[in-house]
T-cell receptor
Framework: NAGVTQTPKFQVLKTGQSMTLQCAQD?????MYWYRQDPGMGLRLIYY???????DKGEVPNGYNVSRLNKREFSLRLESAAPSQTSVYFC????????FGDGTRLSIL | RKEVEQDPGPFNVPEGATVAFNCTYS??????FFWYRQDCRKEPKLLMS???SGNEDGRFTAQLNRASQYISLLIRDSKLSDSATYLC???????????FGAGTTVTVRA
């Protein structure tokens, strides 16, 4: 039982490149979330999805797009990466509490 | 004012000591409270929920003070393995989404 699986684990991009972070959960939850975590800032919500077919902006959505492909999968896309998007990205699922994937460490040069 | 605030620490304690720290929240309508543990460069993992009457899980005790709007975590008989960052999470009233604090770092030394 994997829980929440994120790919890739690590990625280095150049400014202006695009990429998609993948997240899949096998916990049968409706809700899924994308967070970023920066030193001293804690977890900040980028986007969330209450159920298949719905997505909503969180606290820091600028520069990101999401797709809730089905109940299991929720992807995060950076269309034109910027150095300010260098961070650790966590996907989560569930409602109170939430369960996290093991993160994607993204560096943008 | 941030929705959820924590003393970043670090709290450096010897093995066997007791350490306690708080997390304050701004939304008086919040109903759900959690403590997560995060090891260096790893994902947050649920440590325990916090109930109105307070609750224990082994060496860990969580308390809720609604009047002063904070939750607390107490670790008794600290172990080296308790060294981690502890994040509090609070929902926003009727909102099911959680807001997380930036974390309190605890280091237990031999």
């Amino acid at each position: 039982n994997a829980g929440v699986t994120q790919t890739p684990k690590f990625q280095v991009l150049k400014t202006g490149q695009s990429m998609t972070l993948q997240c899949a959960q096998d916990m049968n939850h409706n809700s899924m979330y994308w967070y970023r975590q920066d030193p001293g800032m804690g977890l900040r919500l980028i986007y969330y999805s209450a159920s298949e077919g719905t997505t909503d902006k969180g606290e820091v959505p600028n520069g990101y797009n999401v797709s809730r492909l089905n109940k299991r999968e929720f992807s995060l896309r950076l269309e034109s990466a910027a150095p300010s998007q260098t961070s650790v990205y966590f996907c989560a699922t569930g409602i109170q509490p939430q369960h996290f994937g093991d993160g994607t460490r993204l560096s943008i040069l | 004012r941030k929705e959820v605030e924590q003393d970043p620490g670090p709290f450096n304690v010897p093995e066997g000591a007791t350490v306690a720290f708080n997390c304050t929240y701004s939304n008086s309508a919040s109903q759900s409270f959690f403590w997560y543990r995060q090891d260096c460069r790893k994902e947050p993992k649920l440590l325990m929920s916090v109930y109105s009457s307070g609750n224990e899980d082994g060496r860990f005790t969580a308390q809720l003070n609604r009047a002063s709007q904070y939750i607390s975590l107490l670790i008794r008989d600290s172990k080296l393995s308790d060294s981690a960052t502890y994040l509090c999470a609070v929902n926003g009233g009727n909102d099911y989404k959680l807001s997380f604090g930036a974390g309190t770092t605890v280091t237990v030394r031999a």
